[in-house]
């Protein structure tokens, strides 16, 4: 059922921004692991809604995004049950909804262009630990922002205890995904769940901090220079990237 918003989210969704927030808005009234398709906007006012698909795993996809193998939504590896994924079929769409979330979480430097930000992110992972931060912050959120917090809110991803957000039952992670500009679907779903590893697996995890810590400091550089696009300042983000893009050359382990 459809839920009422907090005094927060309702003044979120008064100021300007994405013209798509409304879809998030209509999509929170099916249910949870639900697939809705997505018409263009721009040649279709309003957009056609398919019949939800209710899913076996936590999450949503929103807009065509069918993949088949270990890109799919209902792929049963490791975490999947406590991972709660948003599959999007724009990357622009995803992107709208997690600029403040990604200053927040330090991912990107709070001076950064939106626009650029908005045309280079196809993917984000983030705990529900570093969710309830962001939105304990107070931040202004624009009216996609807004619709995200709204829909992770009414999939009990996320609740409010008194005046505080805490993370809701059973999911410790959020992860989205779409296509990229250089990267495909599937490549860019694996890299994101293996954040969720990183966060999760003290073994993965601390397998490649040793790993960094034993390169070179010309083998450093070179992988800081390919994570330009990264807060150079963050230095646990760099490794953590590093890491991921280094086990991502692997199939996705279906066990911890």
Sequence with gaps: MYKILSSLLMAALCVSGSANAHIIEEIVKSPVGSSVALADPAATPKPH???????????????????????????????????????????????????????????????????????????FHYSTDQLCQWLNAAPTLTRSEAALVQ??????VLRQQEDKWVPGKNITNVLGCAPGKQRSFAQNLRHERLHVFWDRSERFREGYIKAWHNLSAKEQAAARKKLKQYNPDNEAQLIEEWAVYQAEQEALPTAD
Aim: glycine share 8%.
């Design 49 to 123: 809604y398919a019949e939800p698909k209710v899913m076996a795993f936590p999450g949503r996809k929103i807009g065509i995004s069918t993949h088949n193998g270990e890109a799919s939504f209902d792929y049963p590896w490791a975490h999947r049950e406590t991972t709660y994924e948003l599959h999007y079929a724009d990357a622009l769409f995803l992107a709208r909804s997690i600029l403040s979330l990604a200053i927040s979480a330090g991912d990107v430097s709070a001076d950064i262009d939106p626009d650029k930000f908005y045309h280079g992110v196809s993917a």
């Design 151 to 156: 829909l992770l809110k009414a999939d009990g």
